[in-house]
């Protein structure tokens, strides 16, 4: 039993992927050289160069903003740089929207294999290193590291079933995704929706889906006030480390499970959440946006089984085989997966120097353009994690303009954006580990100045 429970919850751990990706240059976005989209086909026409640049604000109020690897450039975008969705759809080669149900069942058994050698070397870790010794837990905490990353993998395919992107079959797509979120803990058609919302509204202040700001009126109020407080009780220093610490936590370890549970970082205006149960828990500023609405209601409903299923047997595991052996072969491992989910998710529309936007200044290519790819492929001297985790945040620009584009097409979408738009695709080149600590520190509360809402501080 030990080894059948172990083997069946963890072989639905995630995994992750990796493509390399080089930076972008840095520049002033100008209208020379512009390029005229054929609304009927992809090809590219250019048009005259005009013999004076049109001269663009470059000015934008820069006071407090700390500045990541992108150089403030986000910052210096307005609002007409911006393509139409037709134009930018136009660029990328139809061919990247080609779905390959064979192509995705090889990349989802890369990663089950991957999750069950990981998983058979702990059951036989049991027999030696019995988790319920303290003296054990430095190298079990390793093998949920290990284990974790390697099944992040299973998560990003799942993710990919929700968006239609796994297969034409729709039965194949939502039974793999079914299965796999639920072992996750993760409600399939309830995050199907609420991610698919996400997406609509990326770094919109109001109706964004995860990871919206705090707006404060100035820098004394909210958790900038209180971050402001540490430093000065602690000393700048210290101060702001501790606050880098605690926002790592809250986000790495608390933040899933939050979310999941009360929509924590989610849209303030849909009221408070929760994946389980389809009405909010709260009044909802807007009602007609609510978060499961009609036909969503009964499919949440759908997707509490297999999560009740997948807990009702953890539950019975550790009660058969203890607390410790079920967390070391599944909790801890699970908890590693959804730190890898909320970073990801975190870094690709997060930075000291990348803004959110009102209802009124927002638009779905303006957000869908304001997601960061970063060098993943560049956290092991392989590009181990990047392979096994699908490449999903090197090509996550593409992937949030279309996100039925497949994984395993998503490079060419992305050099195809980044060659159209040089100045629209934006990709910081700052280690990773280097970047998360800038933002844990850096990314408190935003405040508005023009049409943009921005993070104000020194980071």
Not at 109 to 117: I, Y
Request: overall charge negative.
């Amino acid at each position: 039993m030990k080894l059948s429970i172990a083997t069946t919850v963890l072989l639905s751990s995630y995994a992750v992927s990796a493509f390399q990706q080089p930076a972008a240059p840095v520049r002033q976005i100008t209208r020379l050289n512009t390029i005229a989209l054929n609304p009927f086909g992809n090809k590219k026409v250019e048009t005259p160069t005009p013999e004076e640049p049109e001269k663009k604000n470059d000015s934008f109020d820069m006071t407090g903003i700390a500045v990541s690897g992108l150089n403030g450039r986000v910052l210096q975008v307005e609002a007409d740089d911006f393509p139409e969705q037709m134009a930018l759809r136009a660029v990328i080669p139809d061919d990247c929207f080609e779905i390959d149900t064979a192509t995705s069942l090889g990349y989802l058994s890369v990663s089950v294999v991957g999750t069950a050698l990981c998983s058979a070397v702990g059951v036989a870790m049991l027999g030696f290193l019995p988790p319920e010794n303290l003296l054990t837990l430095p190298i079990w905490t390793a093998y949920s590291a290990v284990t974790g990353t390697v099944a992040m993998g299973l998560w990003v395919l799942a993710h990919e079933c929700g968006h239609g992107a796994f297969s034409k079959n729709k039965t194949i797509q939502d039974t793999v995704g079914y299965i796999m979120h639920s072992l996750f803990l993760v409600p399939y058609y309830s995050w199907q929706r609420s991610h698919a919302v996400h997406h609509r509204y990326t770094n919109h202040m109001e109706l964004g889906e995860t990871h919206v700001p705090e707006p404060v009126a100035s820098t004394s109020e909210g958790s900038i006030g209180a971050r402001a407080t540490l430093m000065e009780t602690f000393g700048r220093t210290a101060g702001i480390r501790m606050w880098g610490v605690l926002q790592a936590f809250l986000h790495l370890i608390i933040g899933w499970p939050a979310y999941l549970l009360i929509g924590a970082t989610g849209s303030p205006d849909r009221g408070v959440t929760n994946h389980y149960w389809p009405d909010p828990l709260t009044e909802p500023n807007q009602p007609k946006k609510e978060l499961f609405p009609g036909k969503w209601k009964e499919k949440v409903f759908k997707s509490d089984i297999g999560v009740a299923f997948v807990a009702a047997s953890a539950v019975v595991w550790a009660a058969c085989n203890g607390i410790p052996q079920m967390m070391a072969l599944y909790g801890g491992p699970l908890i590693v997966v959804n730190a890898w989910l909320v970073l990801y998710t975190w870094l690709q529309h997060t930075d000291v120097d990348v803004p959110h936007f009102s209802d009124e200044d927002h638009n779905f290519v303006k957000g869908a353009l304001h997601t960061i790819d970063r060098p993943y492929d560049k956290l092991d001297p392989f590009g181990a994690i990047n392979f096994l985790h699908h490449n999903i945040g090197t090509t996550h620009v593409a992937h949030h303009f279309d996100s039925s584009i497949p994984h395993y097409n998503a490079q060419k979408a992305t050099d195809a954006i980044k060659e159209a738009f040089p100045d629209l695709y934006f990709y910081d080149p700052t280690p990773v580990p280097e970047a998360v600590w800038r933002i844990c520190k850096g990314c408190s509360s935003v405040v508005k100045r023009d049409d943009k809402w921005v993070w104000d501080n020194e980071g």
